[in-house]
């Protein structure tokens, strides 16, 4: 089921921006047991995503009715809702035509199928050869700029690899390809900076806001190889796959191994409730 | 006149991974006095970019009967020919489905309209604050990734400015948003190594060419904005412009003006032959 601009459709204009340069933004949401999880912050997300990118997307509203008419189509299956925006059609070359309306697509999908139990058993990840670039203007938004998540999660394909582990230039750690990082170190939430690579996860956000009410102590900071080998905890999360704790990091040198810890099964129950 | 696949239409499939992930690649093309300027070398680029981000297209010969056949209906008007190549749909997520066959769309543009005689007379051109990020995988090559030459492009939109020149990082000039920068100093030809950023422009390697062919001394290397400041001569290039002498550079500081120099008048000549 897709909505192009509010009309049942499955296709979009060769000149739409979106496909010729990447220029827009996209959301990646649950809908599960009859609910849209978080919409509120995926809407405010993409809103912000706008506002950095300066797409004029004024349609919030028309967006928001459009969701709840296919929701009320989809009853009770759980699916994956995919809203993208872009720049919308014209302009000539980079520059934009100020008065063209943004494209908005929704998509639903069926929820994917992972390896069941991941949430409980722990999962094994990678590190990818693939660099995150640094970029202040794209840092922390859902941009449709993917080059890099998609040479990295190409790196490999046996099943049994859950998630690749993306660094920066700096060899600082910052995120798996689809999802955003968090360790424990000493009871202390640790996880990435996001200002200068990396995406915002909505997630990652509801994380962090569960640790301040519940006082677990956390940090927004740098990273290395070495404090995650070393690291008490390792987990990763996003909007589909919840919290996935890690328990096996393959590595040249050496792997690391994990227990499923404390920190990472009260976040757990804390997401469920 | 688009083609998608070999088929007159315009419109593509949301789930084309060109849209969804910026995932793919694509030339810009003059057609100009009956004839494709420098098709071979577009096409080798465009095959290189394939290999680099591992896009198995093996339709280059559609693609090539498929542009003839445009063309023919083409006659003598001048025309842009852009060519897009994607990964196809399919895949979930960033993991791309291998036995996808990868979208090529073929699109004919009107010749655009530039100011007259700016090869003659020159142009002006200004810094952008968007930076180009550094990416190993992604340097050199024409891929639909563009962000950060849409926002550097949107910077402006005065007339009166031909090109924006984009710095790296580390402070080093890369190239224009749409063009790739030359400078001359004490009679050697420069412009910057693309290994970690920017696009190897199919004219920018033709000129290199054309150097050596007439014993035009230059070299590849890291240009500061200082030696761009104090050059003898600057030049901005792309397959659609060709040569556009650069007369004025708009700084905060202060304002660098240029003669149009021998070099850049040689080359001029050597490429209209």
Same mark, same amino acid.
């Given at each position: 089921m897709i909505l192009v601009n509010g009309k049942a459709d499955s296709r979009i204009n060769v000149s739409d921006r979106g496909l010729q340069y990447g220029d827009g933004l996209f959301e990646t949401i649950a809908y599960r047991n009859g609910e849209?999880?978080?919409?509120?912050?995926?809407?405010? +997300?993409?809103m912000l995503g706008c506002e950095r990118l300066a797409i004029p997307f004024k349609q919030l509203k028309k967006l928001q009715v459009e969701l709840s008419v296919l929701l009320d189509a989809l009853a009770d299956n759980d699916a994956v809702i995919k809203i993208v925006i872009t720049r919308g059609s014209g302009g000539r070359g980079y520059l934009s035509d100020k008065t063209v309306e943004p494209t908005r697509i929704i998509s639903i999908y069926p929820f994917p199928i992972y390896p069941e139990k %991941?949430?409980?058993? *722990? $999962?094994?990840?990678?590190?990818?050869?693939?660099?995150?670039?640094?970029?202040?203007?794209?840092?922390?938004?859902?941009?449709?700029? +993917?080059?890099?998540?998609? #040479?990295? +999660? &190409?790196? /490999?394909?046996? &099943?049994?690899? !859950?998630? *690749?582990?993306? #660094?920066?230039?700096? @060899?600082?750690?910052?995120? *798996?390809?689809?999802? @955003?990082?968090?360790?424990?170190?000493? *009871?202390? #939430?640790?996880?990435?900076?996001?200002n200068k690579s990396g995406v915002a996860g909505v997630l990652r956000a509801e994380i962090l806001q569960l640790s301040i009410d519940n006082n677990i102590s956390y940090s927004?900071?740098?990273?290395?190889?070495? %404090?995650? !080998? @070393? !690291?008490?905890?390792?987990?990763?999360? &996003? %909007?589909?796959?919840?919290? /996935?704790? $890690?328990?096996?990091?393959?590595?040249?040198?050496? @792997? &690391?191994t994990y227990p499923i810890g404390k920190i990472t099964k009260q976040l757990q129950k804390l997401l469920a409730n």
């Open positions: 849209i999880e978080f919409l509120e912050a995926h809407l405010n +997300r993409l %991941s949430g409980e058993i *722990g $999962v094994t990840a990678r590190f990818c050869q693939q660099r995150l670039s640094e970029n202040l203007s794209l840092a922390g938004i859902k941009h449709l700029n +993917r080059l890099e998540q998609v #040479l990295a +999660r &190409n790196e /490999w394909v046996d &099943n049994g690899i !859950a998630e *690749g582990i993306m #660094l920066d230039q700096h @060899n600082n750690v910052i995120e *798996g390809t689809m999802s @955003n990082l968090f360790i424990v170190k000493a *009871g202390e #939430l640790l996880t990435a900076k996001l927004e900071t740098e990273i290395s190889k070495e %404090s995650l !080998a @070393n !690291a008490d905890e390792v987990f990763i999360c &996003n %909007s589909i796959i919840g919290i /996935w704790p $890690v328990i096996c990091i393959l590595d040249a040198k050496i @792997n &690391n």
